[in-house]
């Protein structure tokens, strides 16, 4: 899936297509919360079995009463290739390798305070998520996301002037408030590198 196609599904550009993803992924999610990801699992291959059973079936009970010679119904889909060619598994092992090489760089700047602001921030921010981990479990910060995704995108692209003007009101008194605190704490000022 290349980045246009998940941005027309995200801004519901074809209704039904998000829909179903919406849906089925919102399902998902809660049926996760209800049961463990074994029993979920399960349900949802049973499901699939059974409709591609009865579906067959039913294909061959109208070629006897037909007596039609059409073959198997799922010929089409037994022929495609469906293994990951080599290509595809190096590219994507490459960019999940640069990205954990960037995370882990990042960490051991951030953990070994090469910056103490950057490091401040970060320990700010695992504060701030200790209570969010308090508040919600990952399953409900996963439906929260989910949810968001495919929300915010519309009222975002609905809403943008107002959206744009408060947002650039919060970043300026934030960026004030942060030169104000840089400003009376020793040693919290940025080196600027040359």
Known sequence: MDAERVVELLYWRDVKTSGVVFGAGLSLLLSLTLCSIVSVSSYITLVL???????????????????SD??????????????LSEETVH???????AWFNTTVIELRRLFLVEDL??????????????????????????????????????????YKVQIDHYVGMANKRVKDIIATVQAKVPGLKRVKAD
Not at 91 to 97: E, F, N, Q, T, V
Request: aromatic residues 14%.
């Open 70 to 83: 059409e073959g198997h119904p799922f010929k089409l889909y037994l022929k495609q290739d469906v293994g």
């Open 117 to 158: 602001v950057d490091s401040l921030k970060f320990a700010v921010l695992m504060w701030i998520l200790t209570y969010v981990g308090a508040l919600f479990n990952g399953l409900t910060l996963l439906i929260l996301g989910l949810v968001g995704m495919f929300s915010f995108p519309i009222i975002y692209e609905k």
């Open 49 to 67: 079995l059974s409709v591609t059973i009865c579906f067959r079936i039913y294909k061959g009970i109208l070629q006897a009463i037909q007596k």
């Open 91 to 97: 590219k994507y092992s490459d960019c999940a390798l």
